[in-house]
Every structure is written in C-alpha cells, then in structure tokens.
C-alpha cells in the first residue's frame, strides 16, 4: 500500500493551460509539502502545510496554487503553464514540527510543457 | 542561497570500493541529518538519517560521519555495489520545520 501517491504519473500539455497533481498520504502525518526538481535534480520546496494550514510559501509566482482539504491530502493546481514550469514534482509528508521526523516523497510527477 | 553544500556532484566507483559524499552547513539550527536515495523515477527514499548528538551512525554498508565543530557530514557506502547507482542527497533539518536540500551527487557503481 504506497505511503504517499500523486496522481498523474506524467502530464504533457500546452502552454497557457492549467492542470493540478493530486496528492493523498496514508501514514498520518500532519505535514505535506509540495518540492520541485529541476533538469539538474536540484530539490526546492514550494510549499508546506500543517494540519491543512500554509506554513511555508518559498517564492513560487502565484501561479502555483497548493490546497488542502483535509491533513492527508495536498493537491497542486497551476495556472496559465509556462516552459519553464517543465519539472518533476514531488508531494511529501512528515510528521511535522517534530524533530527527528523525515520526509517521506511520493514517485513524483513529470510535467512537460510544450 | 545554498543552505546544504554537498559534493562531489557526480562519483564513479569500482564494485567493492567506497563510495564518499560529503556535505556542510553553516546554520547551527540545524539538528537532523537525513541522507535520501533516488533511483530513476522514483521519489527520495530515506537511506539513513544522524542527530547532532552523535559522531557517527552505521546501517550496514552505509555510514553517516558527522563533525559538529566543521559543521560538515558525509556518507560511506563501504563495499559499494552496482545496485546502489543512483543520486544521493543530503538534507538538514531545523526540528522538522523545513528541510534544506544539497545539489545531489549521482552514484555510479562499475562492476
């Protein structure tokens, strides 16, 4: 049973569309994040939510909208796609603000924007 | 700003030999480690993690050393082999509220 899952796998679109990757973690964390990793495999966070509050907000352009209707789910939704929004995202949890608690990714979605 | 300096950024090893990643940081806040492994296609997966209280941590073939004073840690993977090809990633923590990521080194094991 995945621990953490996102949905699509792949996703190919056009410029100026929007889509969303779905997320849902089954370990009862209280803590999802939404990373991105570029062609150079360089991991950057985009957003973290704790208990379905917004706790980090790096600086993503407000394209990028992350919600969360309940602590086990952290969707994405993106608006107007661009090029450069061609990445690997990654969805996480933890256990929070609690030390000693890793980060536990799903298998990441590919999105390639033509 | 790089929060986690990792190198070297790519590593070739004959099978049996060891596999050395190192990393440092300047933020003393930090207090948790985590060494992550990723395979094509995959996620991250934690491989081992340390605590700032201790100098070393050891799970089979792979080690974590960590130096407070130098504030740098690294990863051996002792008798490497050719399934342990993949990218690896340090990571620290400031008690679990963000985790700052290095660039990745990516692991090729030569049999």
């Known amino acids: 049973d995945t621990a953490v899952s996102q949905t699509p796998k792949y996703l190919v679109t056009q410029m100026g569309n929007d889509k969303s990757i779905k997320c849902e973690q089954n370990l009862g964390h209280d803590t999802m994040y939404w990373y991105k990793q570029d062609s150079k495999k360089f991991l950057k966070i985009m957003f973290s939510?704790?208990?379905?509050?917004?706790?980090i907000n790096e600086t993503v352009p407000n394209r990028f909208s992350p919600k969360s209707p309940d602590k086990a789910h952290l969707n994405l939704h993106i608006n107007s796609l661009e090029l450069g929004d061609s990445a690997v995202y990654f969805c996480?949890?933890?256990?929070?603000?609690?030390?000693?608690?890793?980060?536990?990714f799903g298998n990441g979605t590919r999105l390639t924007v033509t | 700003q790089q929060q986690v300096k990792q190198s070297p950024q790519s590593l070739i090893v004959q099978k049996g030999g060891i596999s050395i990643i190192n990393c440092a940081y300047e933020?003393?806040?930090?207090?948790?480690f985590p060494w992550y492994q990723q395979f094509p296609g995959k996620g991250p997966a934690l491989l081992i993690a340390i605590r700032p209280d201790v100098s070393e941590k050891k799970e089979g073939r792979f080690t974590i050393s960590f130096n407070k004073s130098a504030k740098q840690f690294s990863l051996h993977i002792m008798d490497s082999q050719p399934g342990d090809s993949a990218t690896y990633f340090c990571a620290a923590s400031n008690s679990g509220n963000q985790f700052y990521f290095g660039t990745g080194t990516s692991l090729t094991v030569i049999p």
């Open positions: 939510y704790n208990n379905k509050e917004l706790i």
């Open positions: 996480a949890s933890s256990q929070g603000q609690t030390v000693y608690s890793p980060l536990h």
């Open positions: 933020n003393t806040a930090f207090d948790y």
